[in-house]
């Protein structure tokens, strides 16, 4: 019995020495698996970090690209502004000389609205200079007459008055202040005669447009 017990004991312990043996050896293949990962992880990282590097670096890159650019950016800035202060000085420089040259400028104006208040006084003076040679040229024929009749009549005396209407003239009643039986109104500033009326005993002889008429009071011998 004893034999036997030992024995059983015996088959025991090989079978559990097998079992640890196998417990074992499960365990160092396991050992192979935790190296590749360790390696994989170590690849990965690797890689990881050369990917951050180049990200970094293009990063950097870009930076650097908009750094420069600013600093051009500024440079141009830098010029506009030089251009810019060199337009207002000289815009300053062209408001002062116009200022200065206002007055004069005024003084142009001035001139040319003279200029224009004479060109309007010389058109108005030729008018009425043609009208004065009118009347001229009728006073002369009118005057050559009154000579010839005075001359005719062996009489030394003619009178000349300006009335601004001959109606006043036509109007007036009585003897003139002289011997008379003639009056003759000589409208100025033309050349011929459109009519002769008679009133009572004048004479009167009127032209186109009423103006001035000449007053001649001859003698009653004439």
Not at 101 to 130: G, T
Not at 131 to 140: M, P, V
Request: net charge negative.
């Amino acid at each position: 019995m004893a034999a036997a017990a030992e024995g059983v004991l015996a088959t025991r312990r090989d079978e559990s020495a097998r079992d640890d043996a196998a417990v074992e050896t499960a365990e160092e293949a396991k050992e192979p698996a935790e190296a590749d990962i360790t390696e994989l992880c170590r690849d990965m990282f690797s890689k990881m970090a050369t990917y951050l590097t180049g990200e970094l670096t293009a990063t950097s890159e870009d930076y650097k690209l908009l750094e420069n650019m600013n600093k051009l950016t500024s440079l141009k800035y830098l010029e506009m502004k030089d251009i810019a202060i060199n337009i207002s000085r000289n815009l300053k420089d062209l408001n002062q000389k116009y200022a200065g040259l206002q007055p004069y400028l005024d003084q142009i104006n001035v001139i040319e609205e003279q200029v224009a208040a004479l060109e309007q006084a010389a058109y108005k003076l030729d008018a009425y200079s043609k009208k004065l040679d009118g009347f001229h040229s009728c006073y002369r024929s009118w005057s050559a007459m009154v000579r010839s009749r005075l001359t005719a009549t062996s009489t030394s005396w003619v009178q000349a008055i300006l009335l601004p209407q001959p109606r006043r003239v036509a109007g007036i009643t009585g003897a003139p202040p002289c011997p008379a039986n003639f009056v003759f109104l000589v409208e100025t500033g033309f050349l011929h005669v459109v009519r002769l009326v008679s009133i009572s005993q004048a004479q009167v002889i009127c032209l186109p447009r009423p103006g001035l008429y000449c007053v001649f009071y001859l003698p009653n011998n004439l």
